[in-house]
């Protein structure tokens, strides 16, 4: 069975750094995009960022953008989201999803097959 299995979050200050990790099993997602979103209390889920698994082209929230970076290494199964200048609005946690070969729309929860359980990061000002 697939799984993915965030690590990472934690609580540090403004303007602090995180990198969260997903490691994904159970399947090859070699072909799969990967995508993180976070959940915020009280508001829905939000997409961050997804990369492409093949092409590798990456997208971004405009609320994270050129502030965090997500990468993959395929041959570790893994995604990472590293998080620079973090602010107290990133609080949330956040989920590392997989999208199935073929799929368009990276930037919708509803394309993404298989989530992680999340994992807390807070940001305090």
């Known amino acids: 069975q697939a799984q993915l299995v965030e690590s990472g979050g934690g609580l540090v200050q403004a303007g602090d750094s995180l990198r969260l990790s997903c490691a994904a099993s159970g399947r090859t997602f070699s072909s799969y995009a990967m995508g993180w979103f976070r959940q915020a209390p009280g508001k829905g889920r939000e997409f961050v960022a997804a990369?492409?698994?093949?092409?590798?082209?990456?997208y971004y929230a405009d609320s994270v953008k050129g502030r965090f970076t997500i990468s993959r290494d395929k041959a570790k199964n893994m995604a990472y989201l590293q998080m620079n200048s973090l602010k107290p609005e990133d609080t949330a946690v956040y989920y590392c999803?997989?999208?199935?070969?073929?799929?368009?729309?990276?930037?919708?929860?509803?394309?993404?097959?298989?989530w992680g359980q999340g994992t807390q990061v807070t940001v305090s000002s």
């Open positions: 990369i492409a698994w093949s092409s590798g082209t990456t």
């Open positions: 999803a997989a999208a199935a070969p073929g799929r368009y729309g990276l930037q919708y929860s509803s394309t993404y097959d298989n």
